[in-house]
């Protein structure tokens, strides 16, 4: 059984991550149609994994313990990565999540103690912010073109550099910057 410091500070971030979510799908949808459809998808279905990595690791199964040290340590550094990222939107909540979700790996870890739990961890960590990245360099890049006229726009492109796209006729047109 898990500390209740572990459990509070985690279903405390899981309601934190689910109203993030819902309240962002919420302006989002309420803007009207875009030209990037994707990049808010991918950002609420990100939101929703994270909460779903919170969730799992607080179930009380012994197939659990062994993963999570994985499940937090994913969970921590995604939201705390995805609130520095939107940190002008939704990032404070999700920074939060991610400190709370960062209390309870710590409280975790202390009673796994084992090099291959931290390891584990550490790659988790890794691969839920490699994830995060290479979605937002995916879904930046998938253009909805109107069929008939000009539109245009730009991206900071996290890990490419920045671009320009132009639509013209329904079909992208990129530019490196």
Do not use: K
Request: net charge positive; charged share 10%; aromatic share 6%.
């Amino acid at each position: 059984m898990e500390r209740r410091s572990v459990l509070i500070s985690s279903s405390v971030a899981f309601v934190i991550v689910l109203v993030a979510d819902v309240v962002y799908v919420g302006l989002i949808n309420a803007q009207g149609p875009s030209a990037q459809p994707y990049i808010p998808r991918f950002v609420a279905g990100y939101l929703a994994v994270m909460a779903a990595l919170i969730a799992v690791a607080m179930l009380p199964r012994q197939e659990i313990e062994t993963i999570r040290v994985l499940l937090r340590a994913a969970a921590a550094a995604g939201l705390l990565v995805m609130g520095f990222l939107a940190a002008f939107t939704i990032g404070l909540p999700l920074v939060s999540a991610g400190i709370l979700v960062t209390v309870a790996l710590n409280r975790t870890v202390r009673t796994a103690r084992s090099r291959p739990a931290r390891l584990g961890g550490l790659l988790a960590a890794a691969l839920a912010v490699a994830l995060l990245l290479a979605g937002f360099e995916l879904t930046q890049r998938l253009i909805d073109c109107p069929a008939t006229g000009q539109t245009a726009g730009g991206g900071s492109g996290l890990v490419t550099g920045p671009y320009q796209w132009e639509c013209v006729n329904g079909r992208p047109i990129f530019h490196s910057v």
